[in-house]
């Protein structure tokens, strides 16, 4: 549509441009020779109408998405911009433009859309990134709408912050969408360490199961040897989430180790939790030795976790 329709791609300037290239004039980015991130204009009611139409012909029962593209290059046009409200003014990395209200609109108009056109046809939605949080205005979606909020659990430094992130699963519960949780477990970028946090697991899994989530899924480590413990427990809680988490381990340490040995393993299961939970509270970004070849959050986070398996640990 970029040659006859520029306006139905997002309109970006110079101050506000997160990434490179930066354009020297505000720019559609319609035009597929231009590098750099692209949006939709997602404000524009031609742009709604023909997605929800190519959604409502689906047949499959397959969910389809509607989110944005990974990155930034969001829409800076005046009508997007009206319908950021106080989300776009959340505090956050400097520059960044929060996008959750303008997001909500977006998709609680198309979701309607479609469930007028074809009830059976789903729509999906990340909540994610730029667009995390709880929108301000109040949204109602149909039965046909897919959340998925995009955490990680396992990165959380204490309760607090963990609480946080439950109670953003019950809000967008509220929304009357379908909520799944889009988890990485904690393990997707913690080089195998023995980062065991079941306790973080199964309360998220409960979180989920209390509004009733349609279900989760997610990203998780390929060491099976320091992630056993908790991806049992996690994969018994994804068909069960009442039962009970010590009762799953102890399971767990039977099985793998043998009545015997099991009540030791357990033991040891536990105090690595503890020493996680302990030490993670402690967490403060520092810039480690390596900062400057993979400049990101995670980064800070992986050294900080080498940090506390240390001799100390081990004995």
Request: charged share 30%; proline share 5%; glycine share 8%.
């Amino acid at each position: 549509y970029g040659k006859e329709h520029p306006e139905y791609y997002s309109l970006v300037t110079p101050e506000r441009w997160i990434g490179m290239p930066k354009p020297d004039v505000p720019t559609r980015r319609s035009d597929p020779t231009v590098s750099g991130p692209w949006q939709l204009c997602t404000s524009n009611k031609d742009v709604r109408k023909i997605i929800a139409k190519q959604i409502a012909a689906s047949k499959d029962g397959r969910i389809r998405s509607i989110s944005p593209n990974d990155g930034y290059g969001f829409c800076e046009c005046a009508e997007c911009k009206a319908q950021d409200g106080e989300d776009a003014k959340r505090t956050g990395k400097a520059g960044h433009l929060w996008v959750t209200n303008r997001m909500y609109d977006f998709a609680q108009d198309i979701a309607w859309q479609v469930y007028k056109l074809n009830p059976k046809a789903k729509v999906g939605l990340f909540a994610y990134s730029f667009y995390d949080g709880i929108p301000d205005q109040k949204i109602k979606f149909p039965p046909n709408m897919y959340l998925s909020y995009c955490y990680f659990i396992g990165f959380t430094k204490d309760k607090a912050a963990e609480d946080e992130i439950n109670n953003k699963i019950i809000g967008l519960g509220k929304t009357g969408a379908q909520v799944v949780g889009r988890e990485y477990w904690g393990t997707h970028y913690t080089m195998n360490y023995p980062l065991n946090h079941s306790r973080k697991i199964d309360r998220n899994v409960k979180t989920l199961y209390e509004c009733n989530a349609a279900g989760i899924y997610g990203e998780t480590g390929k060491n099976f040897g320091s992630r056993a413990s908790d991806l049992y427990i996690l994969c018994k809680l994804a068909w069960n989430p009442t039962l009970k988490r010590e009762a799953l381990l102890k399971e767990f340490c039977d099985a793998a180790f043998g009545k015997k040995a099991s009540p030791v393993m357990y033991e040891l299961f536990e105090k690595i939790e503890d020493w996680v939970e302990d030490h993670t509270k402690e967490f403060k970004t520092k810039k480690g030795v390596n900062f400057k070849y993979y400049k990101n959050d995670y980064a800070e986070f992986n050294r900080f976790q080498a940090s506390i398996f240390n001799e100390e640990f081990n004995k």
